[in-house]
């Protein structure tokens, strides 16, 4: 299942471009609702099946991508997505995860790293550090629970 909003209107719309790629439909339509709410464009899609193409069509700013997830795994796509799409920021999040996946995921360019839960606030201040100073030059690690 994806919602991409129409791209010619988008390509006249100033505001970031988010992606949110995740099986859970509680959580897509959560973070779509705050992301929204704080000024992102937001695109969904429900998991790692077609999602490189559907990439090209409605090229994002940052992607929030889920590691556990049908057709494929958030690490599977993670370096097709760099590969494509160097600039794009991509917050990999997980409930699944631990140093391994961490290490995996920074290695294969994710711009952070998340374990599941995390506070949304939280991801907000990511995806805007990223998209203010370039995902190429922020690096770390946010991790909280709670």
Partial sequence: MSHIPNVDAANHDARPRVMIVDDDAEMRALL???????????????????????????????????????????LDLLSGIKQRHP???????????????????????????????FRVARLLEVLRAALHHGAENIRCRWAEYG
């Fill in 32 to 74: 779509r609702d705050v992301l929204e709410r704080n000024g992102f464009l937001v695109g969904v899609h429900s998991s790692g099946t077609g999602l490189l193409p559907l990439l090209e069509s409605w090229s994002p700013d940052a992607i929030v991508l889920d590691n556990i997830m049908q057709g494929a795994t958030g």
């Fill in 87 to 117: 600039r794009t920021a991509v917050v990999l999040v997980t409930a699944f995860g631990g140093s391994d996946v961490e290490s995996q995921a920074l290695r294969l360019g994710a711009t952070y790293y998340m374990d599941k839960p």
